[in-house]
């Protein structure tokens, strides 16, 4: 379903093997993305991490003059996807209905009828889950996880896979950092015991901190 803004909501059956199997789906969304220039970036985080306002904060960042779509992955409603549409930005939401995930599948099915040569990147906002949407690829440039230091100090070491499986990782909402009594720097030695590597911004989506320098790294 469309409507007159821009804005696109699909409801998907995850029981039917629409294109095969999730990585043959994830291989053709890459080479879809590829076709047109788009840089794809799935976004992960459990519910309340603020992937949501980090999107907002990216698009704004980013200017209207940027051609973007956002693809918002919920059980149900398209409230996240209202959020970033009211930024003037084009959405599409998928309802999963019962999944607690996006796969590649779902994302071909929200992207059948939609003009992609339109847009230069798009935002792919997971299903807030840490546990479900790192185990399936969606054929994007770079998976990124947002981690929020109101989720408690542990969430890195209960989740050490969701890391492993990650491009980059984002520490969202350092400016409740000191209230909270949070220790970033512990959090980031966490990180790096799963993997030294992996890129890793501290940012506050609400009030900007960090944001230049993670869109620099996404190459935008």
Known sequence: MNDSEGRKTVTVDIRKD??????????????LFKKHGIKAIDIMGSV?????QLIEALCDRLGRGRRILMIAGDLAT???????????????????????????RMV?????????????????ENVGNLICPAGYSLGVSKKVVVLSV????????KHPLTIKR????????IDLAEA???DVDR??????EVDANLPVFRVSAKTGEGIDSFISALGL
Not at 18 to 26: D, S, V, W, Y
Not at 150 to 157: A, H, I, K, L, S
């Open 187 to 192: 959090l980031l030695e966490d990180i790096r």
């Open 48 to 52: 309340g991490t603020g992937k949501t």
């Open 78 to 104: 398209r409230i996240d996807a209202d959020r970033v549409a009211s930024h003037g930005v084009d959405t599409v939401q998928i309802n999963t209905g019962t999944a607690c995930h996006l796969d590649a």
């Open 166 to 173: 990650s491009d980059m990782v984002v520490i969202n909402k």
């Open 150 to 157: 109101t989720e408690g100090p542990y969430m890195v070491r």
């Open 18 to 31: 629409l294109f095969g199997a999730n990585e043959q789906a994830a291989m053709l969304n890459a080479e």
């Open 108 to 124: 071909r099915v929200a992207l059948d009828d939609v003009d992609l040569s339109k847009y230069e990147v798009v935002f792919i």
């Open 180 to 182: 909270l009594e949070f």
